[in-house]
Every structure is written in C-alpha cells, then in structure tokens.
C-alpha cells in the first residue's frame, strides 16, 4: 500500500534524493510536498513524518503545509481529479449546482475519491477561464457552461475506466 515504508523504499529513496535537492531553496517545504505527492499520490502521515526528521523540522509544520493547502491531499486520490471552481465568477453563475450535478452523477461528496479509484471531487479557487463559468477541469482539460446533467454525463464518460 503506498505510503508503507517497506513496501515503498524506492519511492521513500527518491523523496530523500528531492529532499537533498531542494533543501537549498529559499522556501523548500512546499515544492518538497508537491514532488513527494507525485511520486506517492497523497500525503500520508507517514511520509509527513519523513519529510519532517530528514528537514529537521517538527512534523506539525509539515501538517500545518498540507492542511492549509488544498491540492495537497492526505487520502489517497482517483485517477482523475475533478475540480469544481468556486471562485466568484463561477458562483454567481452557478458553481453549486454544478458541484451538487457532480457529486450526484459521481456518488461521492467533495474532497472523496469514488471507489473504484477513477475520480476524486474537488474543488479550486479561479482557474483563469470565468468566461465559460461555471467551470470544471478534469486533469489538464477544463469545461464550461455545463447546462444539463446530459452534457455532464458524456464528459464524465470519456474519463470513465480510460
Ligand atoms: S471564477 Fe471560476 S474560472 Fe474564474
């Protein structure tokens, strides 16, 4: 299972490799994170641990990083992530309704993975595309003006088992 340190030396190998690379950045924690995020998909507590005694710093900072940031996760994720934005301009036009489309057509609330690992729902702030609001993006693609449960369903589809 990821996260396991004995199962996963050669991933924990290569967090310590990112570590010793980036330890010279002015502000290294949160690229560290994001790297270490990468190679394992999530944040378990057991990798916070690591980061933390190789950084020598205390575990509590570490968690304080991947609490207050939301792409950092600490479940594991699906293999696609769907982020709902719920900036101002898709609010006003709609971002709950959308969110409440997502997770009825997914079967799970923000911030749950669905169980057969394929989609996570999540959501951003301001994605940079308010003119389509309300907006969506799935991996790298993002979607907008979304006016019906139908035209959800066959975005959704091109994602499901692929
Ligand atoms: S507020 Fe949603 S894309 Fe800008």
Redesign the pocket.
Known sequence: MAGDCCSNNALYTELEKVIADKSNLENPLIEILREAQELFGYLPEEVQQFIAEKMRIPVSEVYGVVTFYNFFSMKPRGKYVVNV?T?????VKG?QHLLQMLTDELGVELGETTPDNQFTLSSVR?????S????FVIGEDTYGRIENRESLKSILAKYRDS
Do not use: D, M, S
């Not at 301001?126 to 308010?130: D, I, L, P, R, T």
């Open positions: 934005c900036g101002t301009a898709c609010f971002a301001c994605v940079g595309a308010c389509l609001a309300p907006v």
